[in-house]
């Protein structure tokens, strides 16, 4: 038998704050969707308009310490950390990012031609590398996407355990948390977006939420199997722990040919690395391949 939902979900939020129900305090604040570091900013050069929930409906307790947690951990984790850098992606200071820890790097450039390269990144998953946080912060994205649709059905109660889980509260029983790379650098698209899919006749919630952040695809999915998609990672929530479980470790590699190569002392100074990493722009030739799970040991050739 699952744990018990009753007792915790005495929560009224058909008023009061979106997530905790709260009528009190101060609601001075507009809410980004989509966090400000990675790209849903006017200053990131991503977007025109940015995607918030107007000030009155989230309460700044819930807006700038709880759901900034979540934004934080989203934009930290290692698999979007290594893609918000590989994109350069500019934070709301219009400073570049470096990958964060639990990232590995390892760049070869052609002898003969600097502009031909081959890039592998590695990034972790596991259970330390803040992926329950990744599915909270999805759940605060479905909330709200759902809120600019049809707020009284995002402020019912078949949505009080996602807004719960936004807030810190526990994954709800049958989420999966998904992952998907681009296939192809032509096809990265950095512009940040999201949508929320819902099965408006359950009266349980039956919901899939889509996050296009830094060229990657993160998908929230509730109560629904995951689709056969390409090039994604599933992680499921574990009844037992409450936890995700799933793939420990997500790579990319990337062999291209760059339109110019600036030299710069790639191992003397981290930043200049930074600096030195730049995606091509679909010229011919150039590919992406992107799997999932552990790499093979990258050719030393
Ligand atoms: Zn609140």
């Known amino acids: 038998m699952g744990r018990e939902l009753s007792a915790k979900s005495a929560v009224d939020r058909r008023t009061g704050c979106l997530f905790c129900g709260n009528a009190e305090g101060r609601f001075s604040s507009e809410e980004h969707v989509v ?14 308009t940015e995607l918030v929930i107007p000030p009155g409906e989230v309460c700044d307790k819930c807006n700038r310490r709880r759901l900034s ?35 590995r790097w390892h760049l070869k450039i052609d002898a003969d031609d600097p502009r031909i390269f081959e890039l592998w ?7 330390t590398s803040g992926r329950d946080e990744v599915a909270r912060a999805l759940c605060k994205v479905a909330v709200e996407m759902r809120w600019l649709e049809d707020a009284v059905d995002a402020r019912s109660e ?15 029983p049958g989420l999966t948390l998904g992952l998907r790379q681009p296939d192809s650098i032509a096809s990265i ?15 349980r919630l039956r919901m899939c939420c889509q996050l296009w952040v830094v060229g990657l695809r993160l998908s929230l999915l509730l109560d ?13 929530v574990d009844p037992e722990s409450g936890a995700l479980s799933g793939p420990e470790t997500m790579w990319a590699s990337f062999a291209g040919q760059a339109t110019r190569a600036t030299r710069v002392h790639l ?9 030195g990493l730049r995606l091509p722009t679909g010229d011919e030739g150039s590919h992406l ?3 999932p799970g552990q790499p093979d040991s990258p050719r030393s050739g």
């Open 35 to 48: 966090a400000l570091a990675l790209g849903n900013s006017v200053e990131s050069g991503l977007v025109s």
């Open 69 to 103: 947690l979540r934004d934080k951990a989203l934009a930290e984790w290692p698999p979007i950390s290594v893609f918000r850098s590989l994109g350069q992606i500019r934070n709301r200071r219009g400073r570049l990012v470096d990958a964060v820890a639990d990232t």
């Open 121 to 127: 990144a590695i990034a972790s998953t596991d259970a």
């Open 158 to 172: 078949r949505w009080n355990a996602t807004a719960a889980a936004a807030i810190g509260g526990p994954l709800p």
């Open 189 to 203: 698209d950095l512009t940040p977006d999201a949508q929320v899919l819902v099965d408006a006749q359950s009266a």
């Open 224 to 236: 629904t199997p995951p689709p056969p998609l390409p090039d994604t990672a599933w992680w499921a």
């Open 267 to 275: 191992e003397r100074d981290e930043s200049q690395l930074r600096e």
């Open 289 to 291: 391949s992107l799997h």
